[in-house]
């Protein structure tokens, strides 16, 4: 166990000096900029209680490694929330609500349209929508996930935003496919 002022000690001459570089870490590896100054204060949190048991031979090594250990962490666990879960816990903090509320009413209900419109879609474009804006994960994971091609993948993200688009504008959020185009009609196009 490390003595409290070796570990302060240690914590301000080799860590707290890397603040500028792990906020860019930070800021280039999470979307959200106001997460920023939170997640920093996480992996310095996770970094102190660490050097409690035994301080580290690389701070830097250290601190970088325990940066994106918990910028993955928290990513996943951000994933698994659903859209339902997002509105309960917006309603547990009615102090909160009260700053602004229509804005964070009209946010709830485009929230649920955008899943009402997801769930319009047919199957594997629902699926396709879902792994790739939802999960985030690329195109090529995506047709890898679901044994389809890549450009099956693409198509089908063209289709469900623009009936997802559609939806969300007041329309049916159908797919609409263009007829296939024949010969003679490309012949007629052509002088």
């Known amino acids: 166990m490390v003595e409290?002022?070796?570990?302060?000690?240690?914590?301000?001459?080799?860590?707290?000096?890397l603040e500028?570089?792990?906020t860019r870490f930070i800021r280039r590896n999470w979307r959200n900029?106001?997460?920023?100054?939170?997640l920093r204060q996480d992996i310095y949190t996770?970094?102190?209680?660490?050097?409690?048991?035994?301080l580290p031979i690389q701070a830097r090594a250290f601190l970088f490694t325990t940066a994106r250990n918990h910028l993955i962490n928290t990513a996943k666990r951000a994933k698994i929330v659903s859209f339902d879960l997002v509105a309960d816990l917006e309603a547990s903090f009615p102090e909160a609500m009260s700053a602004d509320l229509d804005r964070q009413l009209t946010a709830r209900d485009e929230l649920r349209r955008v899943q009402a419109g997801l769930e319009r879609l047919p199957?594997?474009?629902?699926?396709?929508?879902t792994l790739r804006?939802?999960?985030?994960?690329?195109?090529?994971?995506?047709?890898?996930?679901?044994?389809?091609?890549?450009?099956?993948?693409?198509?089908?993200?063209?289709?469900?935003?623009r009936a997802l688009t559609d939806y969300m504008?007041?329309?049916?959020?159908?797919?609409?496919r263009s007829p296939p185009k024949t010969s003679a009609s490309k012949s007629e196009s052509q002088p």
């Not at 409290?4 to 000096?17: G, I, Y």
């Open 46 to 54: 996770k970094v102190y209680t660490a050097a409690q048991r035994q």
């Open 33 to 38: 900029e106001s997460d920023v100054a939170d």
């Open 169 to 176: 504008m007041g329309g049916q959020g159908r797919i609409r």
């Open 133 to 161: 804006r939802v999960e985030g994960l690329s195109t090529k994971e995506v047709a890898a996930h679901l044994n389809i091609s890549v450009s099956t993948v693409e198509q089908q993200m063209v289709h469900g935003l």
């Open 123 to 129: 199957a594997r474009c629902r699926q396709v929508m």
């Open 20 to 22: 500028a570089a792990l």
């Open 4 to 17: 409290d002022e070796e570990l302060r000690a240690w914590f301000f001459r080799e860590v707290f000096p």
